[in-house]
């Protein structure tokens, strides 16, 4: 079967860094993606992974290792509104999303 | 430019009613999905459609029909509606499956009492 593992819930502190994980098992591998998700809202874009290495977009990176079928978000200089589920996404062979269940992030001043 | 839009964005029904989720695109996308969102869970694929005319099932397509008549539209129904189908339903859109991320919709709140 297909699994996507993250944990379901992280704690931080603002200014601080954390580092949300993420392995997979899934039926081919076309790219990982990493979805921000506020309460009551949609799920927006935040990375894609398709090669071993490190995406850096700003205050937020994203790690991946095909081999190990794993990745992390890094998150750094945390704000309040970074408060979120984060939600990671692996696209399998037939070119579609294979969803974990997100990690909740809650930042305490 | 309103990108996914979804409606309604709330609804309660009653088991056995039937009912029709709107998602529309101004993205000119080839690539919709329906999706649903259930506690402690990942989003599953519901249906998906890759382009004009077409649909196909996803993960969990059982009770749900769909229909993408023009480009910019997907619908989804509930034949007969049931407390198993209490969820929230977001549409998802892409230009390309292949290293594009897909944008969603507000999401719709339903539940079947």
């Known amino acids: 079967g297909q699994n996507i593992d993250q944990p379901t819930e992280m704690t931080a502190t603002e200014g601080a860094i954390v580092q949300i994980n993420c392995t997979y098992q899934?039926?081919?591998?076309?790219?990982l993606f990493w979805y921000q998700q506020h309460a009551g809202e949609a799920p927006t874009f935040l990375s894609y992974?398709?090669l071993d290495g490190l995406e850096e977009k700003g205050r937020f990176s994203s790690f991946l290792s095909r081999s190990k079928g794993y990745s992390y978000l890094l998150l750094k200089e945390l704000q309040m509104k970074d408060s979120a589920s984060y939600l990671c996404?692996?696209?399998?062979?037939?070119?579609?999303?294979?969803w974990g269940a997100g990690t909740k992030l809650i930042i305490k001043p | 430019n309103a990108g996914v839009t979804q409606t309604p964005k709330f609804r309660v029904l009653k088991t056995g009613q039937s009912m029709t989720l709107l998602c529309a695109q101004d993205?000119?996308?080839?690539?919709m999905y329906w999706y649903r969102q259930d506690p402690g869970m990942g989003l599953r694929l519901i249906h998906y459609?890759?382009?004009?005319?077409?649909?196909a099932k996803g993960e969990v397509p059982d009770g749900y029909n769909v229909s993408r008549l023009k480009k910019q539209n997907f619908l989804l129904g509930l034949e007969s509606a049931a407390p198993s189908q209490t969820s929230v339903y977001f549409c998802?859109?892409?230009?390309?499956?292949?290293?594009?991320?897909?944008?969603f919709g507000d999401g719709t709140r339903l539940s079947i009492l």
């Open positions: 996404a692996v696209m399998d062979s037939n070119y579609q999303l294979i």
């Open positions: 998802a859109s892409s230009y390309d499956p292949e290293g594009q991320p897909q944008h």
């Open positions: 993205m000119n996308h080839e690539y």
């Open positions: 992974n398709v």
């Open positions: 459609s890759v382009g004009e005319g077409t649909t």
């Open positions: 899934t039926s081919g591998f076309n790219g």
